[in-house]
Each structure stands twice: as C-alpha cells, then as structure tokens.
C-alpha cells in the first residue's frame, strides 16, 4: 500500500509562488508514475502535472511554462514548483501515484490507484 501526504499549500498572491511536497512511503519493488491533480469547488478534478519512472512528464496547457514537477527519488519525494499564480490556480492539490506499466506520463485521474488528502492553494488578487 502506497501512502501519500502532500504539504506546502498555502495563500499567496498574484504572480507569487509555491512549492509543493508529498512524502510517498509503502513502496514496493515496482516503478511509480506519479502526478499532481487539482480540484476547486463546483469544478471537475483537473490533471495538473504527471512524471514516470524514467523522468518524462507531462503538464495541462493552463500551467504549461509556470508549474514544473520533479521528484527526489532519494528522499521519496514528489514536488511542484508552482509560479506566475494566477487566481484560477485556486484549488485543493493532491498528490497520485499509480506503478508504471510504460503508458508514459498520463493526466487521467481515474488511471492512478493512490491518492494523498490534499493541500489547499489559495492565489488572491
């Protein structure tokens, strides 16, 4: 079983940044491909940002150029540096796993079998 807790929401301003954190533990032997998803009130789960287990990723159009993901594989942490915040940002960000069968860095929530409980990001004008 895959755990994951995300850290690092918080409020912040127009054009301010952030970064994001999830502490991932309970892996097992198998390669993970792990994505950032958003979701704010009233609206449809958004994929954000996805990277597999060999370092290729994939960003929705709305964030391309501001949010990039990373991850320490030393440290068991996935990352995303957001920046340029615009008020459309606004969401509850959780962090998602699911092993890697070579499919690439898809942003399709119903592909991925983990999830964390999420941290809120609040861009204000």
């Known amino acids: 079983q895959v755990h994951l807790v995300e850290s690092g929401g918080g409020s912040v301003q127009v054009g301010g940044s952030l970064r994001l954190s999830c502490a991932i533990s309970?892996?097992?032997?198998?390669?993970?491909?792990m994505g950032w998803f958003r979701q704010a009130p009233g609206e449809e789960r958004e994929g954000v940002a996805a990277?597999?287990?060999?370092?290729?990723?994939s960003y929705a159009d709305s964030v391309k150029g501001r949010f990039t993901i990373s991850k320490d594989n030393a440290k068991n942490t996935l990352y995303l540096q957001m920046n340029s915040l615009k008020p459309e940002d606004t969401a509850m960000y959780y962090c998602?796993?699911?092993?890697?069968?070579?499919?690439?860095?898809?942003?399709?929530?119903?592909?991925?079998?983990?999830w964390g409980q999420g941290t809120q990001v609040t861009v204000s004008s």
């Open positions: 998602a796993a699911v092993p890697d069968y070579g499919l690439g860095p898809r942003l399709v929530g119903a592909a991925f079998d983990y």
């Open positions: 309970g892996y097992t032997s198998r390669r993970y491909c």
């Open positions: 990277i597999d287990s060999v370092g290729s990723t």
